[in-house]
Every structure is written in C-alpha cells, then in structure tokens.
C-alpha cells in the first residue's frame, strides 16, 4: 500500500504543479503543441518525467536552470524521496506495480483527490508494459491499479460513439466500447470486443480476459468477411479464444446475410496458430450411383514439427466401399525438401450377391523430392515418382471429372542421384525408372541405372607447354560407363518376377577417341574412333524342333562379352560470298547481301560384326512341314539390354551444303541494320560404299526462316531418292531405280506445321492503328507477355481453367471507376482468344490411290483445329473455355467450359464438359484457408451419368 500511495502522491504532486485553476476543475490548455503527458514510476525509482519530458531528479540538483514548474515538481519529489528512502533500502518490494506507467491527453487531465482517481480527456492514451490502451476517456486508479476506458458521445459520427477504445497487448489488437483492465491481475472486462485472429475476425458482447490472455466470450460472433457488415457469420453462443492460437465455441449456427440458417453444430473449433497445429478436416458428403452416399476427404491433420507434418484421410460408402490415404510435407531450410502421398482404395460396385457386383483394390504413390542447390554442389538427390495402379483413376472421384487425368495413357516415375568427383574429372549418377501404360496395364522398369562418367582429356599432352602444340596432343578421348537392370512386365506380375530369369542386366562401355585439325588453313579435319563394349550375364541359343514345329531357346548363363568399333573423319570449310546491288536499279538503301555456303564431307567406316568369327550372330536350320530347309540367322544376345552390333559392313559418305543469306541495309537515319533473309537452307545426303542395293539415301532438306521477332518459320522435308515399282502380280514396292534416272526429282514424302495465335484488346487495337503512344505499347509488352502463358492444349484441365479464373476474378479487385478523357465510365472487358492450327501432308499409300501413270501416290492432308479462351465480364465473373475441331474424323474435339464468380466471401464456380461426354462440377465454398473446408458445397455429376454427346 506504501508503495501504490507514494505513486498516487508523486500523481498528485505533478497534477497540482500544471493545473492552473481549480484542482477538481477541467482546464482547457491554450498551446496546440502542449500535452498533459506524465511517467508515475515505481517505488526506488529516482527519475520524475514533467510534461515537457524533462527528467528530474530527486537529488541535489541546480535549481537556477529550472522554472517555476520544474521548480515545484523536484522540491515535492524531494520531500516523498526523503520519507521513503529508508523504507526502499530496508524492505523489499511487494505487491502494486512494478514498471512505469505513462499516460497522456490532448484535451486534459483531472485528478480526484477524494477517490484518488485520474480522467484522462480527449485522445488519451495509457501505456504499461506490452499494453498500450488509446480511447477518447480513460479513467485510472492507481492505488487499486485499475485503468477503464470509453468512448464519448457524439451525434455527428456514424456510430454515435468517437473514440472508443483501442486495447492492445502482445501483439493482439482489441476493439471495443468499453475495457476494464488491472495492472496487476491483467485481467479485463469488455463489453463489444472486435478483435482479428488470422484471417477470421470475432466479436462478443461481453467478454473477460484472464491474465493468461485467454478471453471468454458471450453472444459472439466469428467469421472470414472483412467488412464491417458481414456477408455471412457463425453465430456463437459462448467461446473462448486463445489468441494466435485458437476458439473453442459451444453452440452455434450459420447466419448467412442476417437470416439464420438451419444449420446448427454443438461444439467446434477454429485453429489461429501461425505455425503447424494439428487438427480434425471436415469430411465432404454427396452421393454416387454405384457406390451409394459416401463421406470422403474427412480425416486428421498431425502437426509433427516446422520440418514436416502428416495428413490422413479417408473415404466411407454405404454399399461398402472404402479407402485410405496418407499425405506429408517435409522441409529442411538450405537442404531439401519434398512431398509424399499413398492412398489406397477397396472399391464395392453393385449390391453385393447379385451378379453384377464387383470389388477391387487399387493404390496411388507419389513422391517429389528436390535437393537444394547450395546444399552441395557435388552431389544431389532428386524424386518424382507417380504410381498408379490402372483401376485407381477410374474408382477415384477427382478423377472422374478431370479430363487431363482420364485420358492419360503413361505414368512415369524417376529417381535421380548423382555425385561428382572434380579432382579426376569423374561423375556418377543412377536413376530408377517406371513407366506405365494405363491402358494395358504394362509396366517398364529400371532398377538401378547407373551411369559412370569421365570428362574428356588429352593422355598424350604435355604437363607442361613449351612451343606449339603437337598434333598427337590435340588427341583427347572420354569414357562412359553404363550399368543398368531392367523388366517389361504386366501390373500384377511385378512382384512375382525373378530378379535372374526375368530381369535384364548388362554393363556397357564407351571410349570415344576424337581430334580436331586444321589443313591448308581453311580446311577442318576432325578424325574420330569410337569402341563399344556390352558384358552380358546370359545368351539365348535357339534351335528348331522339327516334329512340333517350333523354335527352341535355351538360356544359357554366364559372362559374355560382346563389342564393336566404328571411325570417321570429317572434312568443312566455309565459303563467303558477296553481292553489291546496282545503285542505279536499287539505290542505297540495300548496302550489300553476304552468303555463307559451308560444304561438309563426312566418311564413316565399320567392319560386318555379323561374321562368324566374332561369334555374335549365329544360324540354325529350320525345315518346315514341307519338307522346306532354310537357314534362320538370329543374334544370341538380341534381346540383350544393349542390344547387339549390326550386320553388315559399313562405309557412309555423307555431303551436307549449310547456306546461310543475310542482307544490310540503311534506315531512315542512315543506319546499317542486319536482317536474315534465310536463316538456314540445308541440304544432306549420303551414299554406302559397302551395299549392293540402293546406296544413295532419300535427301533431306531443312528450311530455316525468321519471319518475325518472335516466331521462326521450320519446315523440314525429305525427298525419296528410289522410285516405286510394281512387281508382276501388280503391287507396289520400292525399287532399286533412282527418281533422277527417271529424269524426276526425289519424291516429296510429306511435311507438318503448326501456327498458333493470341488475340487480346491491346493486340486488336494496335493491328487497327491504336497504342502508339509509349504508355499503350508497355501495356502491350505486358500483355503480350501473359498472352504467352495462355496458350493452352485442347486437352487442358478443367480444373485448371477454374483456377484461372478464380486468380483473375481475385486480380480484378474493386475500387471507384475509372473515366476516359471525355468524362465517361472507362468500360472494358479483359478477354483473350488463342488459335491453334495443324496440318500435316503424308503419301496416302493405299493400293487403290496409286497413279500407274506418274507411279506416285496422291497426298492427303491431316488438319486440327483448337481454341482456348478467357473472358472477364466484369469484377469477380470470369469465363475460360477450350474447345477444337477434328477434320478428319469431321467431330468437334474435347470441349470444355468453366464460370468462376468472385462473391467477396465466397467463391462459386461451374465447369462443364461438353464433348464427347458431358458432365458438369459445381463448387461453392469460403475463400478463408479456415472455413474452405468447414463451408463448401460441392455437386458433380456421376460418371454413369454422363451423356455422350453427338
């Protein structure tokens, strides 16, 4: 009591100093600038703060600096430090407050002497320790440490209340009419409390704060809208909030723009915690034809750590269908970090007795790992691993109305380590491989594959230089290691394969030994050898049994060694050419046209591996039922993992001619500009020293042309060099007669090309003359660039166009209305339309469309059609559709379409399948992360509902 006394005084003290009229009398201060602003501090403390913010000190000090009020406030210091000095030293303290207490008001302060009570007017503000209390009136009493503060009435506001109080403590904010609060408990009454908890603010009429911090709540009010009059509130009749953490409600229901909706829960929760909390996840609810009504996606959510967390679900029909599912995150700063998730299915269709009931098990797994490049910069694990069992799809509820996943014929898996040693120039790396095929239920696998590497380098170059370089040290050569164990089996036979008889294992070696010199100056020669070597655990010799007229194989284990060896050397040089126009017929503006022709001559050699002495192809003698003999030639190790070296001896001479035509010319400003009139014209082909029937090969040309900044033209064609022929009963073969000794070019086979296009506001515009100012033409490089990003396939997620236009319904905000320059309401409509066309020209080689005559068939023609586009109608409505057309089965493509609507709240959103099959997904749900789950609605079509459409 002493001590809250003495504070009281040192109050008193300082109040009587600046009060100029009566004591118990408000007094208005003449100065703006001028503020009642005093520091009451503990019992021992030596420091008094005037209203000027000055310190005095209750010692001796040089009164002739001080005024007459610094004067009165250290004289009276003086006297309650003497009289409590030795009380300080001998005693320790007890009770009261312990820390400053510093208060202010703009109007001014009176002090009750009677009640020892200090009012506070007119933007007042107390602060003690983490609280910091503002309001228009604050009333404090510190001899029982309590502090009450209030608004004042006032008809000209909107509320009829300025400056109610503001409570803040921590790092929580709370609104309110009226606090009660006590310095020592920490506890408080509020009445009206308004106070935002993550993204979800609450409201009580009457609540009270612990000293915890925990506040209970009467007749409050939760909800995720931001606006002051709530679109939608759960109604809760008592609460108690933790804050940052969370709010445990009893009874409360759903109040949807003011009306109360018969939806009603006896307990519930929300989580606040910034970090990782665990918690229940609401389950959704609907009904399936097959399967009957289920409850899906409900589960629990562990919170582990901040590195990684576990989410478990499941799944629950009434015809007795089930399922489970695991999910985790997982992340350690500068290290790695990565996802993973199992779900497995027990799926029931039909009731179960009758004859059209079935059951089947399926699984998904799905891992995605990624290494931080700083972790270490010689080593690395990556991981994207999507296995699927073939029926897993099909039972699975998303996937019934996602296009992108039905259709997808081929899952594939990887896993990826890899490691290098500087020091030597070394690198290793090994890779686990699956491949699915949905359709027919087959699998691919690699495990492991393991590659070992060494850079190239010169063995022959001197450690150290002196002169030039020799040619022997321009000779470097490199190795290449490959290990791998492979299977190609079906879904339900992995397991149960051997590791010996059914895998596939090998290890392969490469040295490639390579040079580069330079003849003459300008000629280019570059030698190369190239050595392969295969190491096989088995071989398959195979025989003919001629009484059940089938082919033996009998495998034989042990270590095989199976190689080959080819070399070439290439010749190239470039030639330059120039031409510089008649200036009379051209003028000036064309300076001059450079070609650049770059000959090359390749010559490549490899022995016939298929000879017996090399042992790597072999013969049996077949007689058929006949009594024909023949001789089969097969290759022990063909189906080897590395297959096995060709027959036949080899010697390619290959000719390719590289044009290349540029142009300069001179601008308006008499500027030399560079432009490319054909990036690239090339043409190739080769001969074979060592056949005896048809050397040459068919030609290939390649035409480059940069048409524009942002798009190159490609075309590559390919022109038969034999002609076709017919044999004596009339059909049609390629012959051993050349197209040129026929006095005919090489035969066209064919080309494809595709073409696609933006078109958008600012796109349209500037092709009608608009935008060119420098504003508008920014405006269009930022279009053109997200023009970029929607440019999608035909076959796009659904769900992915109803992300998009939930993402563009959120960017297109609010706010007041923009206006054009003559005073109207700017109107626009953001929208944008991509085209995208194909077309393919083949030979159509059916019998019936050969020309006798020409001895050439007709060409036919492949075309696709596709479009995508997205249409803003206005703030928070957005459309995206895709659709396309087939020409050649004369039927329009998948066609989707999808409605998103912003509804500040909550979002709604539709998307519709509309060809082949159509079905439809509708989805309402709150935008808040805390309520998406609680408040949704979601109804889809069944997958045995949709109708094919025609």
């Known amino acids: 009591m002493r001590k809250q006394s003495t504070i009281a005084a040192l109050m008193f003290a300082a109040i009587s100093c600046m009060m100029v009229a009566n004591p118990g009398m408000p007094s208005k201060k003449k100065d703006k600038k001028a503020q009642v602003d005093s520091t009451a501090v503990a019992v021992g403390d030596s420091v008094f703060v005037d209203s000027l913010g000055n310190e005095i000190i209750s010692t001796e000090a040089d009164t002739t600096q001080m005024d007459s009020l610094q004067k009165a406030i250290w004289k009276h210091n003086k006297v309650v430090d003497d009289s409590i000095h030795q009380d300080s030293i001998n005693r320790k303290k007890s009770g009261g407050i312990d820390a400053p207490v510093s208060y202010q008001a703009d109007d001014s302060l009176v002090y009750d002497a009677h009640n020892k009570v200090a009012h506070l007017f007119g933007n007042s503000n107390v602060k003690y320790q983490n609280m910091d209390l503002s309001s228009d009136r604050i009333s404090m009493d510190l001899d029982k440490s309590n502090v009450k503060a209030m608004g004042t009435p006032d008809s000209s506001t909107k509320e009829g209340v300025k400056g109610k109080p503001i409570f803040k403590i921590g790092g929580d904010t709370y609104d309110t009419d009226t606090i009660k609060f006590n310095f020592k408990s920490k506890k408080a009454l509020i009445n009206n409390v308004y106070t935002a908890q993550e993204d979800g603010f609450l409201r009580g009429m009457k609540s009270k704060r612990d000293s915890s911090g925990t506040v209970y709540l009467k007749h409050a009010t939760y909800t995720t809208c931001d606006d002051p009059h709530p679109d939608f509130y759960i109604s809760l009749s008592r609460a108690k909030m933790r804050p940052n953490k969370d709010v445990v409600f009893g009874p409360a229901h759903l109040v949807v723009c003011d009306v109360p909706v018969p939806i009603a829960i006896p307990y519930g929760f929300f989580p606040f915690s ?103 910069p010689f080593s690395s694990l990556s991981a994207s691993v999507n296995f699927a069992t073939s029926s897993y799809e099909r039972n699975n509820l998303s996937s019934l109305y996602n296009p992108q996943t039905m259709t997808q014929s081929t899952r594939t898996s990887s896993v990826n380590w890899s490691t290098t040693f500087s020091s030597i120039g070394m690198s290793l790396s090994s890779t686990a491989n699956l491949s699915q095929n949905m359709r027919d239920s087959s699998i691919a696998m690699t495990l492991p594959d393991l590659n070992i590497s060494i850079s190239r380098f010169y063995p022959f170059r001197r450690k150290k230089m002196v002169g030039d370089e020799r040619w022997y040290e321009k000779i470097a050569m490199s190795y290449t290691g490959h290990i791998s164990n492979s299977i190609n089996t079906k879904e339900d036979k992995l397991m149960h394969s051997s590791l010996i008889k059914d895998w596939r294992n090998g290890w392969q070696h490469q040295i490639p030994v390579s040079a580069s010199f330079t003849l003459f100056k300008y000629l280019n020669v570059s030698p190369s050898f190239n050595f392969t070597d295969r190491m096989y655990t088995n071989k398959v010799e195979k025989s003919w049994d001629s009484e059940k007229q089938i082919e033996k194989s009998d495998t034989i284990y042990g270590f095989n060694n199976v190689y080959n060896w080819n070399m070439s050397v290439g010749l190239s040089t470039k030639l330059y050419g120039f031409w510089i126009p008649n200036r009379k017929l051209f003028g000036n503006r064309i300076d001059r046209i450079r070609h650049v022709f770059t000959p090359t001559v390749n010559f490549s050699y490899a022995p016939d591996f298929g000879a017996s002495r090399y042992g790597f192809w072999d013969t049996y003698q077949k007689t058929d039922a006949d009594g024909n003999v023949s001789l089969v030639s097969y290759s022990p190790y063909q189906n080897a993992l590395y297959g096995v070296p060709g027959k036949g001896k080899s010697g390619n001479i290959s000719f390719t001619l590289g044009n290349n035509l540029e142009m300069k010319w001179r601008d308006k400003n008499d500027s030399l500009k560079k432009v490319s009139l054909i990036d690239a014209f090339d043409i190739n082909m080769s001969y074979n020293t060592a056949a005896k029937v048809r050397p040459w090969s068919d030609m290939n040309i390649n035409l480059r042309l940069k048409w524009w900044k942002n798009y190159t033209f490609n075309m590559n064609a390919v022109f038969a060099t034999y ?107 953001p929208w944008s339309l991509t085209f995208g066309y194909g077309v393919t020209m083949r030979e159509d080689t059916r019998r019936e469309k050969f020309n006798e005559k020409t001895m050439r068939y007709p060409y036919k023609f492949t075309q696709t059609l596709n479009m995508s586009g997205n249409i803003r109608l206005s703030d928070g409505w957005n459309i995206s559709f895709s659709s396309g057309y087939d020409f050649e089965n004369s039927k329009i493509s998948m066609t989707t379409a999808s409605l998103a609507r912003d509804l500040h709240c909550f979002n709604m959103s539709c998307s519709v399948v509309l060809a082949p099959y159509t079905s439809y997904n509708f989805t309402f749900r709150c935008n808040a992360a805390t309520l998406t789950d609680a408040l949704k609605y979601d109804k889809r079509s069944g997958y045995s509902n949709a109708v094919k459409w025609y």
């Open 274 to 376: 910034k970090s990782y909390s665990s918690g229940f996840i609401m389950p959704t609810y609907g009904d399936e034809s097959a399967r009957g009504f289920y409850l899906r996606d409900g589960g629990y959510y562990f919170a582990m750590s901040d590195k990684w967390d576990l989410k478990l679900l499941g799944e629950i029909y009434t015809k007795g269908s089930w399922g489970l599912s695991a999910a985790s995150n997982y992340r350690k700063r500068y290290k790695y970090s990565g996802s993973f998730f199992f779900s497995y299915q027990d799926t029931k269709n039909g009731d179960k007795g009758m004859p059209d009931f079935t059951e089947q098990e399926s699984f998904k797994l799905q891992w995605s790992h990624r290494q931080d490049s700083k972790a270490n």
């Open 723 to 829: 002609a076709y022929e017919l044999d004596d009963q009339g059909n049609v073969f390629v012959g051993n007669h050349t197209e040129w000794g026929k006095g005919r070019f090489g035969r066209f086979q064919g080309m494809s090309q595709n073409f696609s296009f933006t078109l958008n506001p600012e796109k349209l515009k500037k092709l009608f003359g608009g935008g060119d100012d420098d504003d508008d033409k920014d405006k269009n490089r930022k279009s053109d660039d997200d023009d970029e990003g929607m440019d999608t396939d035909i076959e796009s997620n659904v769900d992915d166009n109803i992300e998009k236009g939930k993402t563009a319904a959120k960017k297109s905000g609010g706010g007041k209305a923009k206006t054009d320059s003559d005073g109207y309401m700017a109107f626009k409509m």
